[in-house]
């Protein structure tokens, strides 16, 4: 069977509605070539969701050819806030509703189950990662750079030497959260724009899906009256139709998309000021439109980053590949790297099947107990 004595890394990238999953070969080649869905099951809470990882790594496994017990370690990665180590906010978050996963320590919970070294990043971070290593290839562990991923929220990451930057408690990054001047940036009258952290102008507040419904389209369907989309019916449903607007030339809607434009430039702005990394990237629904949509954003985004001149020639803004495997990819390398950092071969372990050994049917009851007893307990970092 083929790959059936590799040895690989397996990276699982997990959504609010659906997981990802990939496999690493030990040349570096990716085992999948395109996208690799399951229901993620989320909103089932934290139980019914580490299955649903369970079965999508025992999935690729099978469709790839790949032996469990060729598996040195997982990486995951998630929609945040979580901590550094995968521990999900005690206020919850966007994608984990139910109250269960407040606290919960989804990586420790999803090594136990599968018996392996998992490691974690939030889904932006493992994005970056991946731009990262597609873009400098065999020089990303001396190479530095910023991401922003425009999507629900303004994800954000940093990559130094190739790894990313997390922090002392993991919130590294967080671009979308930066305050920015507003001045140049709203029109005449438009009430400065409120983030659902409670900051009012970071960055997300107006480069987000969440920034158009809540503060940027509310104010200018007040200068277009007559627009159509005061009958989109919700909030949320006319703020997914505005970037369809834009790739045809709708005035109101391409003045939302240079405001956002405007937004992220100066977050890059700040990055070069205080990182000067080597590359900038940007990700997102927004540069996956339309060609002719997608590079009026693009310049827009790039005539409002202020670089100095030896920056500009050091350094320039490049787009995001492969976002929709981004996550699952950058989850990959992230396990990978880890492998690396700790010199020494790690023992694999055997995949924890439904009806497998009784050893195996063992070993799951148990991390059943573990998942239940979570987050009080919690699991111990990757040894």
Wanted: hydrophobic content about 40%; aromatic content about 6%; some cysteine.
């Amino acid at each position: 069977m083929p790959g059936q004595d590799r040895e690989v890394v397996v990276g699982l990238d997990n959504g609010g509605t659906a997981i990802n999953a990939t496999v690493l070969d030990s040349a570096g080649g990716f085992l999948v070539e395109r996208l690799l869905e399951t229901p993620s099951r989320v909103g089932e809470g934290p139980r019914v969701a580490i299955d649903a990882l369970a079965d999508s790594f025992g999935r690729v496994l099978r469709l790839t050819g790949v032996s469990p017990d060729s598996v040195r370690a997982v990486g995951l990665d998630t929609p945040g806030p979580a901590s550094a180590d995968g521990v999900i906010s005690s206020r919850g978050a966007v994608n984990f509703v139910d109250p269960a996963w407040r606290g919960f320590d989804v990586r420790g919970a999803l090594a136990a189950r599968l018996g392996l070294p998992v490691t974690y990043n939030n889904d932006a971070n493992a994005a970056a990662l991946y731009a990262h290593h597609v873009h400098f290839g065999p020089d990303a562990a001396r190479r530095s750079s910023v991401s922003l991923i425009v999507g629900t929220g303004l994800g954000g990451g940093v990559i130094e030497g190739g790894r990313v930057v997390r922090g002392a408690a993991g919130m590294a990054g967080e671009f979308g959260h930066i305050r920015i001047p507003m001045d140049g940036l709203l029109a005449d009258g438009q009430p400065t724009p409120v983030c659902n952290c409670g900051l009012a102008g970071d960055g997300e507040s107006v480069a987000s899906l969440t920034g158009i419904q809540k503060n940027l389209l509310p104010y200018w369907l007040t200068r277009y009256p007559d627009h159509s989309l005061h009958t989109a019916g919700s909030a949320h449903q006319a703020a997914t139709q505005v970037r369809g607007y834009a790739c045809a030339g709708d005035e109101m809607a391409m003045e939302i998309f240079r405001q956002q434009a405007i937004a992220l430039g100066r977050l890059f702005t700040i990055a070069a000021n205080f990182l000067d990394p080597d590359e900038y990237f940007l990700g997102g629904g927004v540069v996956e439109a339309a060609p002719h949509f997608r590079d009026w954003f693009f310049a827009e985004v790039r005539a409002h980053t202020i670089l100095r001149e030896e920056q500009a020639m050091a350094a320039e803004i490049s787009l995001v590949p492969d976002l929709d495997m981004a996550g699952a990819r950058g989850s990959a390398y992230a396990a990978r790297d880890w492998l690396i950092s700790q010199g020494q071969p790690v023992r694999p372990a055997t995949l924890l099947f439904p009806g497998g050994t009784v050893a195996d049917r063992g070993r799951r009851r148990a991390a059943d107990d573990l998942i239940e007893d979570f987050p009080s307990r919690g699991c111990p970092p990757c040894p």
